[in-house]
């Protein structure tokens, strides 16, 4: 059974530049939700998406979107890049829908933004 | 607005003895309540849940304990090893809505030999 991953592991990007970040779910998984850890917080919730459509969203501006595909793989794309956006970003696949589906991270993508 | 809150940033206790992290909440929409473990350099693993309707789930050597009316739950480690100094991460979620995890900041929980 492959984990969850994904990539790039690190990443620098200059103010104002887009970057796309990239998660494998867990084999069987359907379910991917997006995280932000800034330095010193927890976790923070960007969006989920659920057989390919989003299905819920944190307090985040409309630069930060997602794609979930077919094979449930799912991308993170955030434009204008700010300073802040520096964080760790991780993703999560479960099964299906239910709070207590047990969500699976990956090891997590760190964005540095200069 | 933090809902949920772990007011401990740190914890040290030594090998063989019991380790208590606590976490409290606002919202009393959340039913669903985990902690997870993270270590340098890798995502959080889930280690322990806690269903509303239940005041206490034991695994192995970790409990967590939950105290809805104070809005209140803990994560007992007994004994405490030195492989589980980690950053712990309470979370928690409201049933019927989507699968957001509300993370407090963490407590880092060092064991020393």
């Known amino acids: 059974e492959t984990g969850v991953t994904q990539s790039p592991t690190h990443l620098i990007k200059t103010r104002g530049q887009q970057v796309t970040l990239r998660c494998s779910s867990q084999?069987?998984?359907?379910?991917v939700s997006w995280y932000q850890q800034a330095l010193g917080q927890g976790p923070q919730f960007i969006f989920q998406y659920y057989r390919e459509e989003e299905n819920g969203r944190g307090n985040f501006p409309p630069r930060f979107s997602g794609l979930q595909f077919p094979n449930y793989s799912s991308e993170l794309n955030v434009n204008a890049l700010e300073l802040d956006d520096s964080a760790l970003y991780l993703c999560?696949?479960?099964?299906?829908?239910?709070?207590?589906?047990?969500?699976?991270f990956g090891p997590g993508t760190r964005l540095t933004v200069l | 607005d933090q809902q949920v809150k772990q007011n401990s940033p740190s914890l040290s206790v030594q090998e063989g003895r019991i380790s208590i992290l606590n976490c409290d909440y606002t919202?009393?929409?959340?039913?669903?309540f985990l902690w997870y473990k993270k270590y340098p350099a890798e995502g959080p693993t889930f280690l322990i849940s806690?269903?509303?309707?239940?005041d206490k789930n034991e695994d192995g050597r970790f409990t967590v304990f939950l105290n809805k009316s104070a809005k209140h739950l803990s994560l007992h480690i007994v004994p405490s090893q030195p492989g589980d100094s980690a950053v712990y991460f309470c979370a928690a979620s409201a049933e019927g809505g989507s699968e957001k995890l509300v993370f407090g900041k963490g407590t880092k929980l060092t064991v020393n030999p």
């Open positions: 999560a696949s479960s099964l299906g829908l239910a709070g207590s589906n047990e969500q699976f």
């Open positions: 919202n009393s929409m959340f039913d669903y």
């Open positions: 084999s069987g998984h359907n379910t």
């Open positions: 806690i269903s509303s309707i239940k």
